[in-house]
């Protein structure tokens, strides 16, 4: 990979963590409004609940802009856990 392939996987991952972002917040904000911090539980689930949701948003943007290493990370998942061979 040269530098223009570096430099296009990097504007990919920033175009993804930047609507991550926007997910997240939004998501949190309108979760802060709905369950208000009553308990440390209720903190940790809507940590939890924004946190996955963020994960979420950021790998799915990179599937659909074709991001080749995440193809790779996930053939190296498959390879490990599901078929259960080593390297």
Same mark, same amino acid.
């Given at each position: $990979? +040269?530098?223009?392939?570096? !430099?296009?996987?990097a504007?990919?991952?920033? /175009?993804? *963590? #930047?609507? $991550?972002?926007?997910?997240?917040?939004? !998501?949190?904000? @309108?979760?802060?409004?709905? /369950?208000?911090?009553?308990? #440390?539980?209720?903190?940790?689930?809507?940590?939890?609940? &924004?946190? @996955?949701?963020? +994960?979420?948003?950021?790998? &799915?943007v /990179? !599937?659909? /802009? %074709? &991001? =080749? =290493?995440?193809?790779?990370?996930? *053939?190296?998942?498959? %390879? %490990? !856990?599901?078929? +259960?061979?080593?390297?």
């Amino acid at each position: $990979m +040269g530098g223009s392939g570096i !430099f296009i996987v990097a504007v990919k991952c920033l /175009l993804a *963590s #930047t609507i $991550m972002g926007f997910i997240i917040h939004y !998501f949190y904000q @309108s979760l802060d409004h709905l /369950l208000p911090n009553d308990s #440390t539980l209720i903190a940790f689930f809507k940590l939890g609940l &924004t946190i @996955s949701l963020g +994960g979420g948003a950021y790998l &799915t943007v /990179l !599937f659909l /802009l %074709k &991001t =080749e =290493e995440l193809k790779w990370v996930v *053939s190296v998942i498959q %390879k %490990k !856990f599901l078929r +259960g061979e080593s390297e």
